[in-house]
């Protein structure tokens, strides 16, 4: 007996860090979204199988044009369950404005599960190094405590992992591991 869920997900950041990138590496070469000109978001489904028993069908949303028009964002994150909060790991303003989006979303959505990533690893030139913040690029010992940060301001589940969508490390794990911890909120609810 096999249980399907679907999700609404939204792929959140600041311009350029990677998001249009990262949705074409998960959902294959293949792919070709539907563009919904009105609303100027892309969306796109793919299915996932979790184990013999569990199957996941996201609802990919990524943003594209007229991100400025309230109507735009409030149609872009309305029935949401998770996101992907991506920053770009060679850019450090991308990465503090990941607080800025978290309050974004918690005031469209309130409090949801969260992938943080850390994108374009393939460009960084190494990843393990002490916090520096006069440095442009952001080592992944940054990102942990970023994520630990943002999960104890904003009491959300997050998930932290750093991808490259030029080849593709770690992409689909970011999309499981999203479902991972969708499926624990839906575990949670039906055992309230
Ligand atoms: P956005 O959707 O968040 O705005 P895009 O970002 O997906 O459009 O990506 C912005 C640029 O970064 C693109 O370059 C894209 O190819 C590149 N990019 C995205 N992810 C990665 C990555 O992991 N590694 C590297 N090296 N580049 C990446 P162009 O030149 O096409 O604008
Ligand atoms: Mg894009």
Same mark, same amino acid.
């Given at each position: 007996?096999r249980?399907?869920?679907?999700?609404?997900?939204?792929?959140?950041?600041?311009?350029?860090?990677? $998001?249009?990138?990262?949705?074409?590496?998960?959902?294959?070469?293949?792919?070709?979204?539907?563009?919904?000109?009105t609303?100027?978001?892309d969306?796109?489904?793919?299915?996932?199988?979790?184990?013999?028993?569990?199957?996941?069908?996201?609802?990919?949303?990524? &943003?594209?044009?007229?991100?400025?028009?309230?109507?735009?964002?409030?149609?872009?994150?309305?029935?949401?369950?998770?996101?992907?909060?991506?920053?770009?790991?060679?850019?450090?303003?991308?990465?503090?404005?990941?607080?800025?989006?978290?309050?974004?979303?918690? $005031?469209?959505?309130g409090?949801?599960?969260?992938?943080l990533?850390?994108?374009?690893?393939?460009?960084?030139?190494?990843?393990?190094?002490?916090?520096?913040?006069?440095?442009?690029?952001?080592?992944?010992?940054?990102?942990?405590?970023?994520?630990?940060? &943002?999960?104890?301001?904003?009491?959300?589940?997050?998930?932290?992992?750093?991808?490259s969508?030029?080849?593709?490390?770690?992409?689909?794990?970011?999309?499981?591991?999203?479902?991972?911890?969708?499926?624990?909120?839906?575990?949670?609810?039906k055992?309230i």
């Open positions: 007996m249980n399907m869920y679907l999700f609404k997900v939204v792929l959140i950041g600041d311009g350029g860090v990677g $998001k249009t990138a990262l949705r074409k590496k998960f959902m294959g070469e293949g792919f070709s979204g539907a563009y919904i000109m609303i100027g978001a969306f796109a489904i793919k299915s996932i199988k979790l184990s013999d028993d569990a199957q996941i069908k996201f609802q990919i949303w990524d &943003l594209a044009g007229q991100p400025h028009f309230k109507a735009v964002r409030e149609a872009f994150y309305k029935g949401t369950s998770g996101v992907l909060l991506v920053y770009d790991v060679m850019r450090r303003n991308t990465f503090k404005n990941t607080v800025f989006w978290m309050e974004e979303l918690i $005031k469209n959505v409090r949801i599960p969260v992938v990533i850390g994108n374009k690893i393939d460009l960084r030139p190494m990843a393990d190094a002490p916090p520096d913040p006069r440095r442009s690029w952001v080592s992944n010992e940054e990102g942990q405590i970023l994520k630990r940060y &943002l999960e104890e301001r904003f009491d959300v589940p997050i998930v932290f992992i750093e991808t969508a030029k080849t593709g490390e770690n992409v689909d794990l970011a999309f499981q591991e999203l479902a991972y911890l969708l499926l624990q909120t839906v575990k949670n609810i055992t």
